[in-house]
């Protein structure tokens, strides 16, 4: 059987942007996997014994048999590199305890017969296309601690409500939780290795591979209907013979799944398919109607809240409008991520500056899943840097951007084309501060007192309103269009200190924080704080010391002098070298204090809020409904009783 090719794991292997060799290569050095996850596949592959013997060497093993496992040394480096390499690839979600067993059964259902051999590289990419595009990105994730897996728990408790009514109807609300939660444990997780007979397992793998990806991203779902299904009477029939006791009904599920043969499942999962009327995009509607709830949306912020500049109101408000977009998207079976176009679209609300080809950029960084998707914790993590993020962590992420295979440097060739973008981000950043109106309120740091903003900006403001001519701009830009990107070439080729024509993060960062054009990049709508202004009656504000380089100084007229300079005045405290200057968020804020929306503010905001405010009056109406009414309130107290209360100390009354 040719699963990789029929799933769909060769053309996800062929779009990544780094090969599973290099994984491999990357996944060996010291620190490059989290060390919980090292130290647990070290534990769990010397335990798959059992499950190597079953799925490769179809011998019929149990657990109490003293295996040999000398033959099985090969195969255990085979399963330590495709596991690490894994969990380098996917770092959100890691190594999944248990999951040495499934990789050791895809070994087997992969190898070629009668040789068993199997094919290292492709068992990989299988692996890849069951975690990413089969389940939901954060179905394993370990923050928040597996989300998408109690999002399908909950799926599947309504799936029975609506799907087998005649179980649901024998059990009470909190037996029929705990069925489905118990049964989503040891099913779901575990992709039913070692729960069902080898050639069932096979039958089931093969539905979920090799179906459209919209069949088998459901598959789980019409897979675990279909055997409570073929164990209902029996469980029924419990449940009656202990007088409402559902207590056993989880190990009558459990004992048919372990003795359903590969024709029953075969014939189940091709016909309930079809009967359960199950979709794609039904399901999601389901997912994204559970993700809305407090609790998760509690866990999803306080999981961001730590690692991201957002504060807990802004997390809240962009989840809820994440959801929104994807509810509202086009496409409904996105897995509850975002694909390229919608990150487009938000990064040119949020950072319109920002070039094309770097949100491009940006989404392979972000790792898409096998759909081609991005979750909502990984666009915050972005976001959270593009926005409220220090310079330096900017500089990462543009370095980051163009370090695709993470070999932590820059070849000439990437340099050319970061040179491309950085030149572009200048001339939007220029073109936007050229055609805004003035600002009163505060000074603005300035690059340098050359800079090409100010030369636009005296060419369009010079003339009035009515003669108004953007000609002599345009020749201006034209003339920098030609400049712009051999200067910004120039400054990371100098860079390069050690001449060995690859360009490192910290000859990047070092290099940059001297570069008043590459500085204005990285630069937000930036504002000082009160404390160090001065009234602009009194001249211009001094920002830096002697000190300071030249560069970072403000540039302008000098001030006249005065007769009140006489007196003692204690000079504005220095704000320290540039590093520190421009890595701190306290002394230089955004004007919107990072407050940003995924919608547009136009048509997407106001559907938006009126379907909020459609919910909220949904609920209202809803809880009204369920409230009881209220009883009267008590008659006011006597006028003589008013102030006075009674005390436990012997009747006293007290004022």
């Known amino acids: 059987m040719d699963w990789y090719e029929s799933s769909g794991a060769h053309a996800l292997a062929a779009r990544s942007n780094v090969t599973y060799q290099e994984l491999c290569a990357r996944a060996a050095s010291p620190g490059a996997v989290l060390v919980a996850d090292e130290r647990q596949i070290e534990l769990d592959v010397p335990r798959t014994g059992v499950s190597l013997y079953r799925f490769l060497m179809l011998e019929d093993v149990t657990e109490d048999v003293n295996l040999d496992l000398a033959p099985l040394a090969p195969h255990f480096e085979v399963l330590k590199r495709i596991l690490l390499a894994y969990a380098l690839r996917n770092m959100r979600v890691g190594y999944v305890q248990g999951h040495a067993d499934v990789v050791s059964f895809l070994l087997g259902a992969t190898a070629t017969q009668p040789s068993r051999v199997y094919d290292e590289e492709q068992v990989f990419w299988i692996y890849t296309v069951l975690m990413e595009r089969v389940f939901p990105s954060d179905f394993f994730a370990r923050m928040p601690k597996l989300q998408g897996f109690h999002v399908d728990m909950e799926v599947f408790s309504r799936l029975i409500q609506t799907k087998l009514p005649a179980l649901a109807s024998v059990l009470e609300p909190g037996d029929l939780t705990v069925l489905?939660?118990?049964?989503?444990?040891?099913?779901?997780?575990?992709?039913?290795?070692?729960?069902?007979?080898?050639?069932?397992?096979?039958?089931?793998?093969?539905?979920?591979?090799?179906?459209?990806?919209?069949?088998?991203?459901?598959?789980?779902?019409?897979?675990?209907?279909?055997?409570?299904?073929?164990?209902?009477?029996?469980?029924?029939?419990?449940?009656?013979?202990?007088?409402?006791?559902?207590?056993?009904?989880?190990?009558?599920?459990?004992?048919?799944?372990?003795?359903?043969?590969?024709?029953?499942?075969?014939?189940?999962?091709?016909?309930?398919?079809?009967?359960?009327?199950?979709?794609?995009?039904?399901?999601?509607?389901?997912?994204?109607?559970?993700?809305?709830?407090?609790?998760?949306?509690?866990?999803?912020v306080c999981a961001l809240h730590g690692i991201t500049h957002?504060?807990?109101?802004?997390?809240?408000?962009?989840?809820?409008?994440?959801?929104?977009?994807?509810?509202?998207?086009?496409?409904?079976?996105?897995?509850?991520?975002?694909?390229?176009?919608?990150?487009?679209?938000?990064?040119?609300?949020?950072?319109?500056?920002?070039?094309?080809?770097?949100?491009?950029?940006?989404?392979?960084?972000?790792?898409?899943?096998?759909?081609?998707?991005?979750?909502?914790?990984?666009?915050?993590?972005?976001?959270?840097?593009?926005?409220?993020?220090?310079?330096?962590?900017?500089?990462?992420?543009?370095?980051?951007?163009?370090?695709?295979?993470?070999?932590?440097?820059?070849?000439?060739?990437?340099?050319?084309?970061?040179?491309?973008?950085?030149?572009?981000?200048?001339?939007?950043?220029?073109?936007?501060?050229?055609?805004?109106?003035?600002?009163?309120?505060?000074?603005?740091?300035?690059?340098?007192?050359?800079?090409?903003?100010?030369?636009?900006?005296?060419?369009?403001?010079?003339?009035?309103?009515?003669?108004?001519?953007?000609?002599?701009?345009?020749?201006?830009?034209?003339?920098?269009?030609?400049?712009?990107?051999?200067?910004?070439?120039?400054?990371?080729?100098?860079?390069?200190?050690?001449?060995?024509?690859?360009?490192?993060?910290?000859?990047?960062?070092?290099?940059?924080?001297?570069?008043?054009?590459?500085?204005?990049?990285?630069?937000?709508?930036?504002?000082?704080?009160?404390?160090?202004?001065?009234?602009?009656?009194?001249?211009?504000?001094?920002?830096?010391?002697?000190?300071?380089?030249?560069?970072?100084?403000?540039?302008?007229?000098?001030?006249?002098?005065?007769?009140?300079?006489?007196?003692?005045?204690?000079?504005?405290?220095p704000l320290g070298p540039p590093e520190k200057m421009f890595s701190t968020g306290e002394l230089m804020k955004r004007k919107d204090s990072g407050r940003i929306s995924l919608l547009s503010p136009t048509s997407e905001f106001q559907k938006f809020s009126s379907t909020i405010q459609l919910s909220s009056r949904q609920l209202d109406v809803a809880a009204k409904a369920i409230l009881p009414a209220m009883p009267p309130p008590p008659p006011p107290p006597p006028p003589h009783a008013k102030f006075f209360k009674r005390s436990i100390c012997e009747g006293c009354t007290i004022l």
């Open 310 to 573: 957002f504060d807990r109101s802004q997390l809240e408000q962009l989840h809820v409008e994440f959801q929104y977009i994807v509810t509202t998207s086009p496409d409904k079976a996105s897995g509850g991520g975002i694909n390229k176009d919608v990150l487009r679209q938000i990064l040119i609300r949020v950072i319109p500056e920002w070039p094309q080809t770097s949100a491009d950029q940006l989404f392979q960084v972000l790792q898409p899943d096998a759909r081609g998707n991005i979750d909502f914790q990984r666009l915050m993590l972005a976001l959270s840097v593009l926005c409220r993020g220090s310079v330096e962590e900017k500089m990462r992420l543009c370095f980051d951007l163009y370090d695709v295979d993470k070999s932590g440097f820059l070849d000439v060739e990437k340099m050319i084309a970061m040179a491309a973008s950085l030149c572009e981000i200048y001339q939007n950043k220029v073109s936007q501060q050229a055609s805004s109106p003035p600002v009163s309120r505060g000074k603005k740091l300035r690059a340098c007192s050359s800079d090409v903003t100010h030369l636009v900006s005296h060419a369009l403001r010079r003339r009035s309103d009515e003669d108004y001519d953007d000609a002599e701009a345009t020749a201006l830009f034209e003339r920098f269009d030609r400049v712009l990107p051999v200067a910004f070439l120039h400054k990371l080729l100098r860079m390069d200190v050690d001449r060995d024509h690859k360009l490192s993060f910290k000859e990047w960062y070092q290099g940059a924080l001297t570069e008043p054009l590459i500085l204005r990049c990285f630069e937000d709508e930036m504002v000082f704080p009160p404390q160090h202004r001065r009234r602009s009656s009194r001249g211009i504000m001094r920002i830096m010391d002697t000190d300071t380089p030249t560069h970072y100084q403000s540039g302008g007229r000098r001030r006249r002098s005065n007769s009140s300079d006489c007196t003692n005045r204690s000079p504005p405290s």
């Open 180 to 300: 489905s939660s118990l049964l989503a444990s040891k099913w779901f997780m575990t992709v039913w290795v070692g729960e069902i007979p080898l050639p069932a397992l096979t039958a089931y793998w093969r539905y979920m591979l090799t179906g459209s990806p919209e069949t088998g991203s459901i598959a789980h779902f019409v897979m675990a209907l279909s055997l409570l299904e073929l164990a209902s009477d029996a469980i029924i029939a419990s449940v009656v013979d202990n007088d409402g006791d559902a207590s056993f009904g989880y190990k009558v599920a459990l004992e048919h799944a372990a003795n359903v043969d590969t024709e029953t499942i075969t014939a189940l999962l091709r016909f309930n398919g079809q009967k359960y009327s199950l979709t794609e995009a039904s399901v999601e509607l389901l997912r994204a109607d559970i993700r809305v709830n407090p609790h998760f949306i509690e866990q999803e």
